[in-house]
């Protein structure tokens, strides 16, 4: 049984930061893995999507890259802003089966 | 293009009420799946409809039922109603037809509330 674990669970960091969000996973046998961001009490926006053959993928200021045989996928974060507040979701992909999720990590970029 | 679109967008009933939820795929979609989302945790698999089908099931129990209709909008349908029920219902689909299979889009979600 997949399990999804997601370090840190919070963070706070003034604007302008670096920042990596970790993401672990028990089961690699994965088809892909998609890091999300969810508003509070919204849906979830689609940030990146890395298929099994990829180790990095990028789009703008984020940068998620995947170690599947080591169960592991950052995502990463340039100079954080105010509005990258959120909670962000890992999600790995089982063949054939759906998404399990972590846990998420909830941001806050103070001005 | 309409993404994914879920209505209601939020919902009371009371204990041992029944409630359908609905969800119309992104255009272009065939495939549909349903999460549940308690507050503060990550979103929990309920099943998966694809060809009007259910092709996958997570750990719930058939008080969760649902539907694909030939246009491949999808309802979720929780019969007895608990307290423990009271969620963010997540609606996702995604298309079977193309290299990006398994990328999943989610709508806005119905918060469901039993009193």
């Known amino acids: 049984k997949q399990e999804v674990t997601q370090i840190p669970a919070a963070l706070s960091v003034p604007e302008g930061e670096n920042l990596v969000l970790n993401c672990s996973f028990t089961d690699s046998a994965i088809y892909n893995l998609q890091w999300f961001r969810q508003d509070p009490g919204k849906g979830l926006t689609s940030l990146l999507l890395?298929?099994?053959?990829?180790r990095e993928q990028t789009s703008g200021r984020l940068n998620a890259s995947l170690d599947k045989s080591s169960g592991r996928s950052t995502l990463y974060i340039a100079a954080s802003q105010p509005g990258d507040s959120a909670t962000y979701l890992c999600?790995?992909?089982?063949?054939?089966?759906?998404?399990?999720f972590g846990p998420g990590t909830r941001l806050s970029v103070l001005p | 293009d309409a993404g994914v679109t879920q209505s209601p967008t939020h919902l009371i009933k009371t204990r041992g009420q029944q409630v359908t939820l609905r969800c119309s795929p992104k255009?272009?979609?065939?495939?549909v799946s349903w999460y549940q989302q308690a507050l503060g945790q990550g979103p929990q698999f309920i099943f998966q409809?694809?060809?009007?089908?259910?092709?996958q099931r997570g750990n719930f129990p058939d008080r969760f039922s649902g539907h694909q209709f030939p246009n491949y909008s999808s309802e979720l349908n929780v019969n007895a109603l608990l307290l423990g029920d009271s969620a963010l219902y997540l609606c996702?689909?995604?298309?079977?037809?193309?290299?990006?299979?398994?990328?999943?889009?989610f709508g806005p979600g119905t918060r469901l509330t039993v009193t």
């Open positions: 999600a790995p992909n089982p063949y054939g089966q759906n998404f399990v």
């Open positions: 996702a689909s995604s298309s079977s037809g193309t290299t990006e299979w398994y990328e999943q889009y």
């Open positions: 255009s272009g979609h065939d495939t």
């Open positions: 409809y694809y060809e009007e089908e259910e092709r």
């Open positions: 890395i298929q099994s053959s990829q």
